[in-house]
T-cell receptor, first 109, second 112 residues
Framework: ELKVEQNPLFLSMQEGKNYTIYCNYS?????LYWYRQDPGKSLESLFV?????AVKQEGRLMASLDTKARLSTLHITAAVHDLSATYFC?????????FGTGTSLTVIP | DSGVTQTPKHLITATGQRVTLRCSPR?????VYWYQQSLDQGLQFLIQ???????AKGNILERFSAQQFPDLHSELNLSSLELGDSALYFC???????????FGPGTRLTVL
């Protein structure tokens, strides 16, 4: 079974700062997803990364994928309070989807 | 609003009972996915349907079953419910099988 590890599990950062969330997975996969979940809400798709070296950016969030290292990163630039949420990565393997444990991000004014 | 609807929003039932959760995908989406989210197990993929056919099965218990109907809505049936089945159940849909998934608001199931 594929394992997906995210770190850190909890992240408290000040507004305006940069930080990176890491997502490691144990077996080769051809597709990696990033989601955001606000407290008590559903999941919102952020990025789908398809190939080695893929980089996608939306606003203050940038995701990248290194399939050789089995690593994806979600970089937050100049954090704002609205980014406070839990972020999940998920990996597709053998037609199934495996989620990381999530990173709970709190942005402090 | 993702365009995916789920009913009911909340469901409280007793152990041993059977419930049905319903999902209507976004207009035009052919693929439907079911997920379970709980504090101890995190997010778990249960099952996927594409245009009425089962395409992938994850950690779905034998007590659980699902189907996708000709109008593309889907139902997840949970039977012989146990306390540990209490969780949020999400449905998601996508146009094709591996596309971006759009999640519904979820059904919160409480088994007493």
């Amino acid at each position: 079974e594929l394992k997906v590890e995210q770190n850190p599990l909890f992240l408290s950062m000040q507004e305006g700062k940069n930080y990176t969330i890491y997502c490691n997975y144990s077996t080769t996969s051809d597709r990696l997803y990033w989601y955001r979940q606000d407290p008590g809400k559903s999941l919102e798709s952020l990025f789908v990364l398809l190939s080695n070296g893929a980089v996608k950016q939306e606003g203050r969030l940038m995701a990248s994928l290194d399939t050789k290292a089995r690593l994806s990163t979600l970089h937050i630039t100049a954090a704002v309070h609205d980014l406070s949420a839990t972020y999940f990565c998920a990996v597709r393997y053998g037609n199934q989807f495996y989620f990381g444990t999530g990173t709970s991000l709190t942005v402090i004014p | 609003d993702s365009g995916v609807t789920q009913t009911p929003k909340h469901l409280i039932t007793a152990t041993g009972q059977r419930v049905t959760l319903r999902c209507s995908p976004r207009s035009g989406d052919l693929s439907v996915y079911w997920y379970q989210q709980s504090l101890d197990q995190g997010l778990q993929f249960l099952i996927q349907y594409y245009n009425g056919e089962e395409r992938a099965k994850g950690n779905i218990l034998e007590r659980f079953s699902a189907q996708q109907f000709p109008d593309l809505h889907s139902e997840l049936n949970l039977s012989s419910l146990e306390l540990g089945d209490s969780a949020l159940y999400f449905c998601a849909s996508s146009v094709q099988m591996l596309d971006t998934q759009y999640f519904g608001p979820g059904t919160r199931l409480t088994v007493l």
